[in-house]
């Protein structure tokens, strides 16, 4: 059977760069979207046209470069927004608008000041202004995780009306729980009339870590496109991380969805962005983490020398890392001792292997991580003789 194919909606150069500190001039914006674009990225969000003449100059650029993937640029329901986007994408090969408005109770009373039917009129009206400058039209529906999933759907049912291709349903405060958006997008699904002629789209923020739980529960129950980022970064907590879903429908073939993503490039693009953005990713982030393949534990060590998937469900090669790392601590084994020692040259006896690692957990005892340079200097101070080792 094949797999249905999720959309990957990356918004890195959009969501991601509305991080503080992490500011991109337009020749770093188009390396990485040079980059997303040879990875299989569906949709390259490019930037808010309006929001600046720099942002506006980089869409337009990024839309000139991109030879696959949509380029996307968002707006408010306005109409200069949508007006201003659609310039900066005339060179696009296959752009996007993407428009919408706040539906939640909470943004449609403090935000707009105005009333449910009003905010369908101004969602409609976007929608159809849109679509007289390009065919393919995204709807967002701004805090979708805190809406009335009734009223969610008269508002998805009238902006497909109007032309919306991709509904976005965005879970802006990270606020729902995995069943509970995942019933959002059944509900929709089941709901709204003429939900056929739309993907829904999972945007998911990571405010309580649930981002990446989301999403997933969003195309299990019928999504087909998720918006996320490099790293997971993103406004506060950040983003859906992209390199998490997609190995994630990768490593779980019975969910029957995969992506179109070269994931031997996730780690080199992970680096690349982390660099160009200033933003550092965390040892223990998962998928790209420097400590995503790395074992100190004596147990785990020794059972990763034996087979690999014994402690690993991904082999690192998948998504770019050259090899897993055996790391030397206090907490380490002979096994993951001799395997390193044999690395850098010694072939070491049970009988010597067992003198040397008396030596190397005193050493190790006084210090974080045991290094290549470290091992020479415990196996002489073994005072084993060297000449015996081949």
Same mark, same amino acid.
């Given at each position: 059977?094949?797999?249905?194919?999720?959309?990957?909606?990356?918004?890195?150069?959009?969501?991601?760069?509305?991080?503080?500190?992490?500011?991109?001039?337009?020749?770093?914006?188009?390396?990485?979207?040079?980059?997303?674009?040879?990875?299989?990225?569906?949709?390259?969000?490019?930037?808010?046209?309006?929001?600046?003449?720099?942002?506006?100059?980089?869409?337009?650029?990024?839309?000139?470069?991109?030879?696959?993937?949509?380029?996307?640029?968002?707006?408010?329901?306005?109409?200069?927004? #949508? *007006?201003? @986007?659609?310039? /900066?994408? +005339?060179? !696009? $090969? &296959?752009?996007?608008?993407?428009?919408?408005?706040?539906?939640? =109770?909470?943004?449609?009373?403090?935000?707009?000041?105005?009333?449910?039917?009003?905010? #369908? *009129?101004? @969602?409609?009206? /976007?929608? +159809?202004? !849109? $679509? &007289?400058?390009?065919?393919?039209?995204?709807?967002?529906?701004? =805090?979708?995780?805190?809406?009335?999933?009734?009223?969610?759907?008269?508002?998805?049912?009238?902006?497909?009306?109007?032309? /919306?291709?991709?509904?976005?349903?965005?879970?802006?405060?990270?606020?729902?729980?995995?069943?509970?958006?995942?019933?959002?997008?059944?509900?929709?699904?089941?709901?709204?009339?003429?939900?056929?002629?739309?993907?829904?789209?999972?945007?998911?923020?990571?405010?309580?870590?649930?981002?990446?739980?989301?999403?997933?529960?969003?195309?299990?129950?019928?999504?087909?496109?998720?918006?996320?980022?490099?790293?997971?970064?993103?406004?506060?907590?950040?983003?859906?991380?992209?390199?998490?879903?997609?190995?994630?429908?990768?490593?779980?073939?019975?969910?029957?969805?995969?992506?179109?993503?070269?994931?031997?490039?996730?780690?080199?693009?992970?680096?690349?962005?982390?660099?160009?953005?200033?933003?550092?990713?965390?040892?223990?982030?998962?998928?790209?983490?420097?400590?995503?393949?790395?074992?100190?534990?004596?147990?785990?060590?020794?059972?990763?020398?034996?087979?690999?998937?014994?402690?690993?469900?991904?082999?690192?090669?998948?998504?770019?890392?050259?090899?897993?790392?055996?790391?030397?601590?206090?907490?380490?084994?002979?096994?993951?001792?001799?395997?390193?020692?044999?690395?850098?040259?010694?072939?070491?006896?049970?009988?010597?292997?067992?003198?040397?690692?008396?030596?190397?957990?005193?050493?190790?005892?006084?210090?974080?991580?045991?290094?290549?340079?470290?091992?020479?200097?415990?196996?002489?101070?073994?005072?084993?003789?060297?000449?015996?080792?081949?």
């Amino acid at each position: 059977m094949s797999k249905d194919i999720v959309q990957i909606f990356d918004t890195t150069l959009r969501d991601g760069e509305q991080v503080p500190g992490c500011k991109l001039d337009r020749e770093q914006k188009l390396v990485i979207a040079e980059r997303l674009d040879t990875m299989g990225v569906n949709v390259i969000e490019a930037g808010f046209p309006v929001s600046s003449p720099g942002d506006f100059k980089s869409v337009e650029a990024i839309a000139k470069l991109v030879k696959n993937a949509t380029v996307c640029g968002l707006t408010r329901a306005v109409k200069k927004d #949508i *007006e201003v @986007a659609a310039e /900066a994408l +005339k060179h !696009a $090969k &296959t752009p996007r608008i993407h428009t919408g408005i706040g539906t939640s =109770d909470s943004h449609i009373k403090f935000k707009f000041n105005s009333n449910r039917d009003a905010i #369908i *009129e101004r @969602a409609v009206d /976007a929608v +159809k202004y !849109a $679509k &007289t400058f390009v065919e393919d039209i995204e709807f967002y529906a701004e =805090d979708a995780g805190r809406t009335d999933n009734e009223f969610l759907a008269r508002v998805c049912e009238a902006v497909i009306k109007a032309g /919306a291709t991709v509904l976005n349903i965005p879970d802006t405060t990270g606020y729902c729980l995995p069943d509970e958006y995942g019933a959002k997008i059944k509900y929709l699904r089941e709901n709204v009339k003429g939900i056929e002629k739309a993907i829904l789209s999972c945007h998911c923020h990571n405010d309580l870590g649930l981002a990446t739980a989301n999403s997933i529960a969003g195309v299990v129950n019928g999504a087909r496109q998720i918006e996320c980022t490099i790293n997971g970064i993103g406004e506060r907590a950040g983003n859906t991380s992209l390199e998490e879903v997609v190995m994630i429908l990768r490593q779980h073939p019975n969910l029957n969805l995969d992506t179109s993503i070269n994931s031997k490039l996730l780690y080199d693009t992970s680096l690349m962005v982390s660099s160009k953005m200033g933003m550092l990713v965390q040892p223990n982030k998962a998928i790209v983490g420097a400590n995503a393949f790395a074992h100190s534990s004596g147990i785990h060590q020794d059972g990763v020398i034996k087979n690999r998937e014994t402690y690993e469900i991904i082999d690192p090669a998948d998504v770019g890392v050259t090899e897993s790392s055996i790391i030397l601590t206090a907490r380490s084994g002979r096994a993951a001792l001799a395997y390193r020692a044999k690395i850098v040259g010694y072939e070491l006896t049970k009988v010597q292997l067992d003198e040397v690692y008396e030596e190397f957990l005193k050493y190790a005892d006084t210090r974080k991580e045991v290094k290549d340079d470290d091992i020479h200097q415990i196996i002489e101070t073994s005072h084993i003789d060297l000449q015996s080792i081949s």
